[in-house]
């Protein structure tokens, strides 16, 4: 299957959840394209779309908001899976689903979705966000849990050998050996 991993990501941090997503959905024999949402202009040539977002003040990222406004009918017609990061600390902050997720649900029908905790370095941050990361009284550290985001990425994976060939289970790339000729 060709899956596209799209991902909006401030700091670079969902972007690596992206990564890993599409490091496991290759490992599962998947042909995988991994492409900024400003940059996708169509979905044609893809079987699926795994599409996640940091989270902001409540909202995706501009530019995967932007991609759900040019390529909603696309969306809706494709098997899709929505992922978000970007609730931190040990009692994750900010709590609940963001707005724009219930939008999305409701509009696009994914076939899954997910959070995943995100990570916070002070460093990189401007004023704004400094003064967000007080209000809401986040703690810096890496919250994401890659056991998790690979677990996940193993359910897609089996989901979409499934729906390659209906009826008959794709084994994994390198669980082909000792199937040779009868």
Not at 19 to 35: I, K, P
Not at 74 to 92: C, E, K, Q, T
């Amino acid at each position: 299957m060709h899956v596209l991993v799209t991902v909006g990501s401030r700091h670079g941090s969902t972007r690596e959840i992206g990564d890993s997503l599409a490091g496991v959905l290759e490992r599962e024999a998947h042909t995988v394209a991994q492409v900024d949402p400003d940059d996708v202009t169509s979905l044609v040539g893809y079987d699926a779309v795994v599409l996640g977002s940091a989270i902001y003040a409540g909202q995706m990222t501009e530019s995967v908001r932007a991609l759900v406004r040019r390529l909603e009918a696309a969306l809706v017609d494709i098997p899709l899976w929505l992922f978000w990061s970007g609730p931190i600390g040990a009692r994750a902050r900010p709590v609940g689903e963001p707005d724009d997720v219930r939008l999305l649900q409701r509009r696009l029908k994914p076939r899954g979705v997910h959070m995943f905790g995100g990570q916070l370095a002070t460093a990189g941050l401007g004023m704004a966000e400094r003064s967000l990361v007080a209000a809401v009284g986040a703690v810096p550290g890496d919250y994401r849990d890659f056991e998790a985001v690979d677990s996940w990425a193993e359910q897609i994976a089996v989901e979409l050998r499934a729906k390659a060939r209906p009826g008959i289970e794709i084994p994994p790339s390198g669980q082909w050996r000792g199937l040779g000729p009868a």
